[in-house]
Nanobody, 118 residues
Framework: VQLQASGGGSVQAGGSLKLSCDTSGIIFSITDMGWYRQAPGKQRELVALSITNGTRLYEDSVKGRFAISRDNAENTISLQMHSLKPEDTAVYYC?????????????WGHGTQVTVSS
């Protein structure tokens, strides 16, 4: 499995970024995929989930600001982020939907740093 996130950067509060993640080794079209983030000193959390039936779910703090999308032909997943806040600062990773038991032991690949300044 390879998970390569990109598109992060440094922006001011209110700005936008679009993250992308190239994947391989996953049967992408039948796998629920998500974006996770880990801020310094905090646990990794799931912020957006793309379910194979088309449903998209978001963590409350990002609802209305983030939009997840997927391209099953290219095995990629994206996260469009608007109205960024300093509390969105974190390293962002993509991965399949993981159970709580799987989270500590999962392979995470290469994340991308998002830094939002006030």
């Amino acid at each position: 499995v390879q998970l390569q996130a990109s598109g992060g950067g440094s922006v001011q509060a209110g700005g936008s970024l679009k993250l992308s993640c190239d994947t391989s080794g996953i049967i992408f079209s039948i796998t629920d995929m998500g974006w996770y983030r880990q801020a310094p000193g905090k646990q990794r959390e799931l912020v957006a989930l793309s379910i194979t039936n088309g449903t998209r779910l978001y963590e409350d703090s990002v609802k209305g600001r983030f939009a997840i999308s997927r391209d099953n032909a290219e095995n990629t997943i994206s996260l469009q982020m608007h109205s960024l806040k300093p509390e969105d600062t974190a390293v962002y990773y993509c991965n399949r939907k993981l159970t709580d038991r799987e989270l500590p032991f999962a392979y995470w690949g290469h994340g991308t740093q998002v830094t939002v300044s006030s």
